[in-house]
Antibody, heavy 117, light 107 residues
C-alpha cells in the first residue's frame, strides 16, 4: 500500500533552516509528481511546491520562492523540502503529497514545523 | 493566481439530509477541480477529482458537479462519519489554490 512518511519537523528560530524529508513506499516513486502542502494551525490548506517525476521541473508558491527548495532522490524514494530563512508565517503542518491525474491522491501524516524564538 | 471561493464556511445538518457545498473559481478552470475531506488531526483525503469523478473507495453518496466556473459537492444522505471539513482545490494552474473550507457538523 502507498505510504508517505514525513520527518524533520521541529522547533526552529526565525531566520534559521530546516530540511523536511518524505519517505515513499508502495508505488513507483519515480513515476509521480510530488508536492508539499502546508496547513497553519487552525487554518486552511496551502500548496507550497511541486516537483515533477524526473526532478527537473519545479514550481513554488510566491511566498516561499528563493527560500525553499524542493528536491527528490528517486534512487532513495525520498522527497525533500529545504526551508531557509524561516519566518513566523511558515509555521504549519507540512504534508508530503502524491499527485495523480491532477489531483492529490495520497497524503502523508504531516510533520509540524514551529517557528519560534 | 486563481481564487477559489467556497461557501458556506460552515453548516449543521441532520443525519439523512442532503448537503451541498459550492466552490466558485475566479476564472475558467474547465474540469480541474478536486474535493477533499479532512477530519480533525488527520491528513486530507481525496473524494472527487476532475469535478465529478469519484475517487476509488469513496462512498457513492458523495458526488460532484460543474456549471461553468461554479462547482458543487453534494452528500446525498449525510452520515455521522461525514462530520469533517471539506476543501475544494483547482488544479488548472500553479499555484494550486484551495478554497477556505466548509466545516460540516451533524445536528
Amino acid at each position: 500500500q502507498v505510504q508517505l512518511v514525513e520527518s524533520g519537523g521541529g522547533v526552529v528560530q526565525p531566520g534559521r533552516s530546516l530540511r523536511l524529508s518524505c519517505a515513499a513506499s508502495g508505488f513507483t516513486f519515480s513515476s509521480y509528481g510530488m508536492n508539499w502542502v502546508r496547513q497553519a494551525p487552525g487554518k486552511g490548506l496551502e500548496w507550497v511546491a511541486v516537483i515533477w517525476s524526473d526532478g527537473n521541473t519545479k514550481y513554488y508558491v510566491d511566498s516561499v520562492k528563493g527560500r525553499f527548495t524542493i528536491s527528490r532522490d528517486n534512487s532513495k524514494n525520498t522527497l525533500y523540502l529545504q526551508m531557509n530563512s524561516l519566518r513566523d508565517e511558515d509555521m504549519a503542518v507540512y504534508y508530503c503529497v502524491r499527485e495523480y491525474s491532477s489531483s492529490y491522491d495520497y497524503w502523508g501524516q504531516g510533520t509540524l514545523v514551529t517557528v519560534s524564538s | 493566481d486563481i481564487q477559489m471561493t467556497q461557501s458556506p464556511s460552515s453548516l449543521s445538518a441532520s443525519v439523512g439530509d442532503r448537503v451541498t457545498i459550492t466552490c466558485r473559481a475566479s476564472q475558467s478552470i474547465t474540469i480541474y477541480l478536486n474535493w477533499y475531506q479532512q477530519k480533525p488531526g488527520k491528513a486530507p483525503k481525496l473524494l472527487i477529482y476532475a469535478a465529478s469523478t469519484l475517487q476509488s473507495g469513496v462512498p457513492s453518496r458523495f458526488s460532484g458537479s460543474r456549471s461553468g466556473t461554479d462547482f458543487s459537492l453534494t452528500i446525498s444522505s449525510l452520515q455521522p462519519e461525514d462530520s469533517a471539513t471539506y476543501f475544494c482545490q483547482q488544479s488548472y494552474s500553479n499555484p494550486r489554490t484551495f478554497g477556505q473550507g466548509t466545516k460540516v457538523e451533524i445536528k
